[in-house]
């Protein structure tokens, strides 16, 4: 009723409109500002939702590292590599290593070579020793031999110094060498043994007729097996050659009695010829390529006086030596290379090459005295059928 009649008193009591509309509008900004707030922290709670997931609810422990085996793997655990080589240092590496077995390569080979090389000079020492032993008992023996023909030269050199003119000398009483050899009084023999200890390479003329030169004194052949200079197997026989030849009664000049000399072909063939003698003869050796050849042979001047005799001469010469001492004649040669043949034109000059020392046969006779003497007999009987002066 009273609501109908309008009571004031009940009009006192509602609400003004406009402050109702102010009101409701401050709760709903309150509201809308509300949800903005709610809105926030929910968004806010979820992102920090999942940092407090995997924060752990007690304490961690502190991890306990053991040795793994290769083949051991712990499932969940990830596992920390070592730090990958640069392919620099790979390539330093295989550099290095490269190195280290180059050189222990090098090391090896060198003690390989250096046992190799001892072992080559021990064996090789024993064999010289060998050869020298039976080369010093061959030289004892020249020796003795020399010593005698030395008395009997002193004795002949003073006789012929307080006689005015040279005689031939006289035939010793007593020799070494076996009786029967050819009677040689009156005939003059000239004897050369090639070469000498030192060579002399420096020039001169080959001779006084034609152009060139060569040298004063060429370096002679060496043994194949025991390495001796032929020169002092050429001095050995000429000294034997000498004794022997004036045993026969032969008068006989040699240009050296030691190996240790400085002469020239050139001098050593003016040297003979200054004492006109029947024969002008040089020993020599010979070497070759094929250590299976062997023998003697002659070689004379090109020119000269004798040129047309002095080749059949040369090949008696040759037959003589080849009988007496067995070895193979090569033949003889004339040639006009040889300086010390070329000075000595003007008497019979003979160039006798008694074997070949690249043989290691020959180099064994060559180095006996009694070979050798088997020469020396074949040239002493040439001499004697030869024309004298």
């Known amino acids: 009723m009273d609501?109908?009649?309008?009571?004031?008193?009940?009009?006192?009591?509602?609400?003004?409109?406009?402050?109702?509309?102010?009101i409701n509008q401050k709760k709903q900004e309150n509201m809308l500002s509300g949800i903005r707030r709610v809105s926030a922290d929910s968004n806010v709670s979820k992102a920090q939702q999942p940092a407090k997931a995997q924060a752990p609810s007690h304490p961690a422990k502190a991890p306990v590292h053991k040795p793994e085996s290769p083949n051991h793997h712990v499932s969940g655990t990830r596992r920390t590599m070592p730090p990958r080589k640069s392919k620099e240092e790979i390539r330093r590496r295989k550099r290095n290593a490269a190195i280290l077995l180059g050189t222990a390569a090098i090391l090896i080979l060198a003690l390989i070579g250096t046992g190799i090389f001892f072992l080559v000079k021990h064996f090789s020492g024993e064999k010289k020793t060998t050869l020298t032993t039976v080369t010093s008992t061959e030289t004892t023996t020249l020796a003795t031999s020399e010593e005698t023909t030395s008395e009997v030269t002193t004795s002949e050199t003073t006789e012929m110094t307080t006689t005015a003119e040279p005689t031939a000398t006289p035939t010793p009483a007593t020799t070494p060498f076996p009786a029967g050899g050819?009677?040689?009084?009156?005939?003059?023999?000239?004897?050369?043994?090639?070469?000498?200890e030192v060579a002399n390479l420096s020039q001169e003329a080959m001779s006084d007729s034609?152009?060139?030169?060569?040298?004063?004194?060429?370096?002679?052949?060496?043994g194949v097996i025991s390495g001796i200079n032929e020169s002092e197997i050429?001095?050995?026989?000429?000294?034997?050659?000498?004794?022997?030849?004036?045993?026969l009664g032969c008068e006989v000049y040699v240009t050296r009695e030691s190996n240790d000399v400085d002469i020239s072909n050139k001098?050593?063939?003016?040297?003979?010829?200054?004492?006109?003698?029947?024969?002008?003869?040089r020993l020599f050796c010979n070497a070759a390529n094929d250590s299976a050849t062997n023998g003697c042979e002659v070689i004379v001047p090109s020119g000269g006086k004798?040129?047309?005799?002095?080749m059949t001469w040369g090949e008696n010469l040759g037959k003589n030596i080849s009988v007496s001492s067995g070895s193979a004649f090569n033949g003889c040669k004339q040639s006009g290379s040889y300086s010390g043949l070329n000075w000595a034109q003007d008497v019979p000059a003979f160039m006798v090459r008694m074997g070949y020392l690249s043989n290691s046969d020959e180099e064994a006779k060559l180095l006996k005295e009694e070979y050798q003497f088997t020469i020396c007999q074949g040239i002493a009987q040439f001499i004697s059928t030869m024309p004298r002066h």
């Not at 009677?183 to 070469?195: E, K, P, S, T």
């Not at 034609?210 to 060496?222: H, R, V, Y």
Request: glycine residues 8%; hydrophobic residues 30%.
């Open 3 to 22: 609501k109908e009649k309008g009571n004031p008193k009940g009009n006192q009591n509602r609400p003004d409109p406009k402050k109702s509309a102010d």
């Open 182 to 196: 050819p009677n040689l009084n009156g005939y003059c023999v000239v004897i050369d043994a090639g070469h000498q």
């Open 210 to 222: 034609m152009g060139g030169s060569k040298a004063k004194s060429a370096e002679g052949f060496s």
């Open 234 to 247: 050429n001095l050995s026989v000429e000294l034997l050659l000498k004794s022997y030849l004036e045993s």
């Open 267 to 281: 001098e050593r063939a003016q040297f003979a010829v200054s004492h006109d003698p029947d024969l002008y003869i």
């Open 306 to 310: 004798y040129a047309s005799e002095v």
